[in-house]
């Protein structure tokens, strides 16, 4: 259990990364340019995986709180923030 709670805690601030890192990169590139929507493209699927995982962890969450470790709830609280701000944003 303690070996699949740190590969889901990494896999959670992995794209946590990626979110924030391809909304940065957004802000350097060109308009109407390929790399722009690459970028927009990157930020839609790590958006998606993010909530994914979101989903996966609060099952986990929900079925084993007290074998889950600091840093994965503090990893699920951060993805809280961050697809709540996602679904602010689609709706």
Not at 2 to 23: C, E, H, P, Q, Y
Not at 36 to 44: G, L, Q, T
Not at 45 to 64: E, P, Q, R, T, Y
Not at 73 to 84: C, E, G, K, Q
């Amino acid at each position: 259990m303690k070996r699949s709670l740190n590969v889901l805690t990494a896999t959670g601030l992995i794209l946590i990364a990626a979110l924030v890192g391809s909304r940065f990169l957004l802000g350097f590139v060109a308009f109407d340019t390929p790399e722009r929507e690459a970028v927009h493209v990157s930020i839609a699927c790590s958006g998606f995986l993010l909530m994914g995982w979101f989903i996966l962890g609060s099952f986990v969450a929900a079925k084993h709180w007290r074998a889950t470790s600091y840093g994965f709830r503090m990893t699920l609280a951060l993805s809280t923030v961050f697809v709540t701000l996602l679904l602010y944003a689609a709706f």
